[in-house]
Nanobody, 122 residues
Framework: VQLQASGGGLVQAGDSLRLSCAAS????????KSWFRQIPGKEREFVAA????????WYLDSVKGRFTISRDNAKNTAYLQMNSLKSEDTAVYYC????????????????WGQGTQVTVSS
């Protein structure tokens, strides 16, 4: 089972990026899919999650209105569209699948991608 996160990069404040998280080895179409981010020296932080149907989404307050999570179950892939990026969005972004309990709690997840670096210069 592998989650492959991609799409990170170096951008300027106000720019956009689209992250992808492609799963292989297992069908995760009925699992909640999420994105977290982490800055060195800090705990991994919940960013967004999406229900398996896509009908429900959840966001960190500071990204609401700027980030959009989506998924394509046929491709076993989740996305995070990030617009109006700010310097404080700089972090390594991780995708995760299938929380046991609270979807905002990293310890509830069994499956993680390797992370993709997002750097926003001001």
């Amino acid at each position: 089972v592998q989650l492959q996160a991609s799409g990170g990069g170096l951008v300027q404040a106000g720019d956009s990026l689209r992250l992808s998280c492609a799963a292989s080895g297992r069908d995760f179409s009925t699992y909640i899919k999420s994105w977290f981010r982490q800055i060195p020296g800090k705990e991994r932080e919940f960013v967004a999650a999406i229900s398996w149907t896509g009908s429900s989404t959840w966001y960190l307050d500071s990204v609401k209105g700027r980030f959009t999570i989506s998924r394509d179950n046929a491709k076993n892939t989740a996305y995070l569209q990030m617009n109006s990026l700010k310097s404080e969005d700089t972090a390594v972004y991780y995708c995760a699948v299938g929380p046991h309990g609270g979807l905002r709690v990293m310890d509830e997840y069994d499956y993680w991608g390797q992370g993709t670096q997002v750097t926003v210069s001001s």
